[in-house]
């Protein structure tokens, strides 16, 4: 990849994951403001999630068929920023808010499987370079969620608006300057997909054993990443733990993102079983926690094991799917791992604090992962 092309998708990631911690990370507090209440918040998280999985399948197949992520990732970007505008001057309208939010949801989170799809096809897979671009913007993430939490604090919500127009125009520039995939691999995959079915994407045991895992291993963490605030109280944590958190779990992403392609030297048993063990790992001391701290390092396991997983779920794709539907074939992987176990999450494990505690949802969380241990131990050939 020449220099042009390796700061050109640095930006792009760096533009969409800051976009993200500036506006979409702060969205529910935003809206908490203007009297929007925690059911309603909760609705509107369950549609942003429904419809980020419809937007996955939806644009990995108008990736795959029309063969362009740029476009895709340009109008991606300009409607979250026509969305983010309109959010925040519905000043907590509840009926614009439930048309506004599932829009939100249809274009954020699949862009990001676009913007890695991406990369990878330029990058022809090349796990090397993924890795170093890939890792820069959680970096800048944690950063980011840090300093503008003060600064929202101090000066109020309108600088939402402010870096996140400033980062959405520096990804939209950063994507018009990046070319498409390579042009043989485009017509080869516009013939297969013309003649094929997107039942395809799921031809591979291996890309079906990676789903499965996946939707044990985001069933397991997914009240973690959503319900942290309950967690951190149930241990005597405060809102301020909440940034603390947010920051160790973004930070011990990097250095594993970053060495994606010596871990992919591992065999994939091995992988299986960190991405495994590590959130088994971190559930047991949440499920002992008597303090912050060991919630914090529980976080810090479970980013690792994210850090691990994410190459590995890239590169199993890219290896197990045929190029006509690799685009599809990531969106469907990062849609069971996010969208599907998130609502899952949502539904369930509110009901099961509400009616028997925090530890108790902490124990189903550890029966469901070690589950998945099992599974990577016993089934997966190295």
């Known amino acids: 990849m020449n220099k042009k092309d390796w700061i050109g998708f640095s930006l792009l990631e760096i533009s969409y994951w800051c976009f993200h911690a500036s506006f979409i990370g702060f969205l529910m507090s935003y809206l908490l403001t203007k009297g929007i209440t925690n059911t309603m918040m909760s609705i509107f998280l369950a549609s942003y999630l429904l419809t980020s999985l419809l937007g996955s399948v939806i644009w990995g197949i108008v990736c795959d068929r029309f063969q362009t992520n740029r476009r895709v990732s340009i109008a991606c970007f300009l409607t979250a920023g026509l ?11 509840i009926v614009l808010l439930g048309l506004l939010y599932p ?10 499987v676009n913007i890695d799809s991406w990369l990878l096809l330029v990058c022809k897979n090349d796990l090397s370079i993924y890795g170093k671009i890939r890792c820069t913007p959680s970096i800048l993430y944690a950063v980011t969620s840090v300093v503008l939490g003060r600064l929202i604090a101090a000066h109020g919500y309108s600088l939402m608006l402010v870096f996140g127009t400033c980062f959405l125009l520096t990804g939209i520039g950063a994507a018009m300057m990046l070319p498409e995939g390579e042009k ?56 301020s733990d909440i940034g603390i958190d947010g920051f160790i779990s973004a930070i011990t992403q990097v250095p594993f993102i970053a060495c994606a392609d010596k871990i992919e030297k591992l065999p994939l048993r091995v992988r299986y ?47 197990s799917v045929s190029p006509a539907f690799r685009n599809l074939g990531h969106n469907i992987a990062d849609t069971v791992f996010n969208s599907v176990t998130g609502m899952l999450s949502l539904i369930c494990s509110g009901i099961v604090i509400g009616l028997f505690g925090v530890k108790s949802m902490l124990g189903i969380c550890i029966g469901i992962i070690f589950i998945a241990v099992i599974l990577a131990a016993v089934n997966v050939k190295s």
């Open 184 to 239: 043989v691999i485009q017509a080869q995959a516009k013939n297969d997909f013309e003649k094929g079915s997107v039942k395809q994407v799921f031809h591979s045991a291996s890309y079906r054993y990676l789903i499965v895992l996946l939707f044990l291993i985001g069933l397991a963490i997914a009240p973690m990443n959503h319900l942290k605030t309950a967690i951190l109280e149930n241990v005597g944590g405060t809102v």
């Open 103 to 112: 829009i939100l949801g249809f274009v954020a989170l699949p862009h990001a």
């Open 273 to 319: 079983l960190f991405v495994t063990g590590l959130p088994l790992a971190a559930y047991l001391l949440a499920f002992c926690a008597v303090s912050p701290v060991m919630v914090f390092a529980g976080s810090g396991l479970i980013n690792s094991g994210i850090g691990i997983l994410l190459p590995t779920m890239r590169s199993v794709t890219e290896t």
């Open 83 to 93: 969305v983010m505008y309109a959010i925040f001057f519905s000043e907590g309208n």
